[in-house]
């Protein structure tokens, strides 16, 4: 199944930009720890990467995916190398005066996204500072996102993929040589944010000269085409970036309870993990599959990539949310638990792991279904339930925040808004049959499920011996890396247990992997059902 393969080359390279982001954090623990600095850096970072999603990641490729796929079956190749020229010199051009207003504004800005540095005048001062040196990231991210949507419309998954490596790499070396105290190391990793936007343009210029894509900075201007990207993109912008959305709102929140927000971060960037490698991937990958076949009126064959889609996306991420469930002290522990992160931060952060875990399978799904609107060119239906989805974690981060639960509550309203979003797309993709449950997913989820508990019984037992045991076999060691690896072998062990359980079970079978990843020469003669 091409899908299958397109999504592995995506899901490797997402999953090593991943794990890089991942040691990247590992180290910010370590340096920067759960306080007004972090939460500070963290909320200033959170602002470009935001619009970044609504801009770039949304738009582009709830927009632009299908309309540049469009010029290319229809037109020549010269004619949607025009299409895209214009695309990124209207965007560049509204991106860089949404950036230059960031720079000006940004004292005025800090009051509304930095709600708890209010009063404490070198806390503003720094986080307009840091707002100010990191928005220009945001204008690297649109170019890179309407490159990558070349590229991947053009079947050149990997470099698009591997690009946000750079900005792990840019951070991690600036974290590795440390050049001063906290209140400085901010400053840095700002600045190496947005280096690391530069080289992302530069590396992905290059690959899509190799490509022969011909892209031009033209006079920006509101033609035909572009207004279509417009109007399709605005709300599918909305739409995919509605998790996103969530998390500004509760990260602003956030920034009320000292610490709360950098417990946040922490817990977003684990639970990120398996979302980063499937859920985007899948988005990515499903998106062109689906419009191809919608304009080739192959219904059955994209009924049948939904149900394959959702099926490969929970079995890669139920584990996850029941691991997040059972052992989010002993995660939190071994990674983050060394240096200025104490045990008070891993205790927090272990609480909205495990919040975030509920809401784990319903933020992939989002990715999943919203693919099926889009190949339609249907990007209002989602923006609708992506502004319901916002409006019940506004209301509910509110309510349970100042009701007392303070982050926990932030936590709660955005697995809670995932679910809503998630829900309403399923129930409409049904109601307009393009998602017709089959019999395999119908047989499949419930064994997914229970291989799922299998595995977290397995794991919750583990967790409660092995630091002891750890720690007598390694008297020696340090506790933060006898942490790390009993963390580690737990995991591995639960892996296991999934696989085998998931096997014996018959939730996945040796032979349809195979199939599935065996190459086609000849994928139009295949009926829809299997290519």
């Keep these: 199944m091409r899908l299958l393969r397109n999504l592995g080359v995506i899901s490797i390279l997402?999953?090593?930009?991943?794990?890089?982001?991942?040691?990247?954090?590992?180290?910010?623990?370590?340096?920067?720890?759960?306080g007004p600095i972090a939460d500070t850096f963290f909320q200033a970072m959170t602002i470009p990467n935001t619009f970044r999603r609504v801009l770039a990641e949304g738009a582009f490729n709830?927009?632009?995916?299908p309309l540049y796929a469009r010029e290319l079956e229809d037109k020549d190749r010269a004619e949607a190398d025009r299409f895209a020229s214009e695309a990124l010199s209207f965007m560049a051009t509204f991106t860089a005066l949404l950036v230059i207003v960031f720079q000006v504004f940004a004292p005025w800005l800090a009051y509304i996204f930095f709600p708890g540095r209010v009063g404490d005048p070198d806390g503003l001062a720094l986080a307009v500072l840091l707002l100010q040196i990191m928005m220009p990231y945001l204008l690297a991210m649109v170019v890179t996102a309407l490159i990558s949507g070349g590229l991947n419309s053009n079947g050149r998954f990997a470099m698009a993929a591997g690009a946000p490596v750079l900005l792990n790499i840019a951070m991690i070396a600036v974290l590795f040589f440390n050049p001063g105290p906290p209140g400085e190391l901010v400053i840095w990793l700002a600045v190496s944010v947005t280096a690391s936007g530069v080289l992302q343009v530069a590396l992905l210029w290059t690959a899509a000269m190799r490509a022969k894509l011909r892209l031009r900075l033209l006079p920006p201007k509101l033609t035909p085409r572009v207004k279509r990207l417009l109007a399709l993109g605005i709300p599918g912008a909305l739409a995919a970036s509605a998790m996103q959305v969530n998390v500004v709102v509760t990260s602003s929140i956030a920034t009320l309870e000292e610490g709360a927000r950098s417990w946040l971060n922490?817990?977003?960037?684990?639970?990120?993990?398996?979302l980063g490698m499937i859920g985007i991937a899948m988005g990515i990958a499903l998106l062109p599959n689906l419009t191809r076949r919608v304009r080739s009126g192959d219904d059955e064959g994209g009924r049948f990539a939904m149900n394959r889609a959702v099926e490969v996306s929970l079995a890669l991420t139920l584990p996850a949310a029941f691991a997040f469930l059972v052992i989010p002290?002993?995660?939190t522990a071994g990674l983050y638990q060394r240096g200025q992160f104490t045990a008070a931060d891993t205790s927090n952060t272990a609480v909205a792991l495990?919040?975030?875990g509920l809401g784990l399978p319903a933020f992939v799904l989002v990715k999943v279904l919203a693919p099926g609107f889009f190949a339609r060119e249907d990007t209002k239906t989602p923006m609708r339930f992506a502004l319901i989805a916002v409006a019940v974690n506004f209301v509910f981060a509110l309510t349970l925040f100042f009701g007392g639960l303070g982050f926990i509550g932030l936590a709660i309203a955005s697995s809670l808004a995932g679910w809503v979003n998630a829900g309403l797309l399923a129930v409409t993709l049904r109601a307009r049959g393009?998602?017709?449950?089959?019999?395999?997913l119908l047989r499949t989820v419930p064994k997914l499920l229970l291989a799922s508990m299998i595995m977290a019984g397995a794991i919750w037992a583990l967790a409660r011996w092995m630091p002891g045991l750890m720690s007598g076999?390694?008297?020696?060691?340090?506790?933060?890396?006898?942490?790390?690896?009993?963390?580690?072998l737990v995991v591995c062990a639960g892996l296991g247990v999934f696989a085998a359980a998931s096997l014996a079970l018959g939730a996945v079978r040796i032979g349809e992997l195979a199939e599935a990843l065996k190459p086609r020469r000849d994928t139009k003669a295949l009926p829809a059902s299997d290519s």
Excluded at 14 to 33: K, Y
Excluded at 266 to 274: C, K, S, T
């Design 329 to 331: 002290d002993l995660i």
């Design 354 to 356: 495990a919040i975030a």
């Design 62 to 65: 709830a927009a632009f995916v």
């Design 434 to 440: 393009v998602l017709r449950i089959d019999a395999r």
């Design 473 to 488: 076999v390694l008297p020696f060691v340090p506790s933060h890396l006898l942490a790390m690896v009993s963390m580690g």
């Design 14 to 34: 997402t999953l090593l930009s991943r794990i890089a982001g991942l040691a990247r954090e590992i180290l910010t623990a370590a340096r920067l720890g759960a």
């Design 266 to 274: 922490y817990a977003e960037r684990l639970y990120q993990l398996p």
